[in-house]
């Protein structure tokens, strides 16, 4: 199975060039299930239902969040009737939405979305090893799922590795978002589940993580908060990651980032 991973959109730069590209990125790597981060799609903050419909029609399978998931307030509505939208699986029992989905591919196959969210420098939410072990235990990779996804939403690198070695041989591909930076650390762990410790933003990076890059230097140096942030509004450069995956076991046999448009180096996956 060929699985493309698309990290945090920010903002009306990052939506447009997500939308408008997504069918031809799809067509060009032959994609069987693609997933998009969105938590920061409406305005730099959160996620609209409307937003939600125009990533999915331009051909998302399903859409992971994070602490931004409820910033829009309507989210805490339609969420519970977008299946294929997910809010971070370790919310407390009785928050609207899901976190997880175990979802059909075009040609039928099943993939688990799971989209945990860390503990550190983060709101204080339930414990998110034992969250996914939880979903792992009732939805098994090779048996329930012919892929697993992991969305680990998390400002630590430490934390979001530690998820990757957590579930290792046990999910396809546990990928990091929240920090906006894509890592060069692409790999494949060796009992077979591929990880990249942040897909990277899809935005404008001639920014500060997404946003306008003068009030965040202005609070910098002088400690003043003079206006809100504003996401950036120039060319964006999508950033994510690809993985391929055996067909018996659902395990990882290669992983590449991918990087086009923007400001950023163009990375493209060779397989």
Request: contains cysteine.
């Amino acid at each position: 199975m060929r699985i493309l991973f698309l990290g945090d959109i920010v903002g009306r730069a990052g939506r447009k060039a997500v939308i408008n590209q997504l069918p031809g990125l799809r067509e060009r790597l032959r994609a069987d299930f693609v997933i998009v981060n969105g938590e920061n799609a409406a305005g730099g903050f959160g996620i609209t239902e409307k937003i939600c419909q125009q990533l999915l029609d331009a051909g998302a399978d399903a859409i992971t969040t994070g602490n931004h998931t409820f910033d829009q307030r309507e989210a805490l509505v339609f969420i519970d009737r977008q299946e294929r939208l997910l809010r971070p699986l370790n919310y407390p029992a009785g928050t609207p939405g899901r976190g997880a989905g175990l979802f059909e591919a075009a040609d039928g196959r099943r993939v688990l979305v799971l989209n945990p969210m860390g503990q550190i420098y983060m709101p204080n939410l339930d414990c998110p090893f034992a969250a996914v072990e939880k979903e792992l235990a009732a939805c098994p990779l090779g048996e329930a799922a012919d892929a697993v996804v992991i969305d680990m939403h998390a400002e630590v690198t430490s934390e979001k590795m530690g998820m990757a070695q957590f579930c290792d041989g046990r999910a396809s591909l546990v990928v990091g978002t929240h920090t906006h930076v894509p890592t060069a650390d692409a790999q494949i762990l060796p009992e077979g589940t591929a990880c990249q410790t942040d897909a990277g933003m899809c935005g404008d990076y001639d920014s500060v993580i997404g946003m306008e890059k003068d009030e965040p230097v202005r609070r910098f140096t002088t400690k003043l908060f003079s206006s809100r942030f504003v996401p950036a509004r120039g060319p964006a450069t999508i950033c994510g990651v690809f993985v391929q995956t055996d067909d018996k076991t659902g395990l990882a046999t290669h992983i590449a980032p991918l990087r086009t448009g923007g400001r950023l180096r163009e990375a493209w996956p060779d397989f």
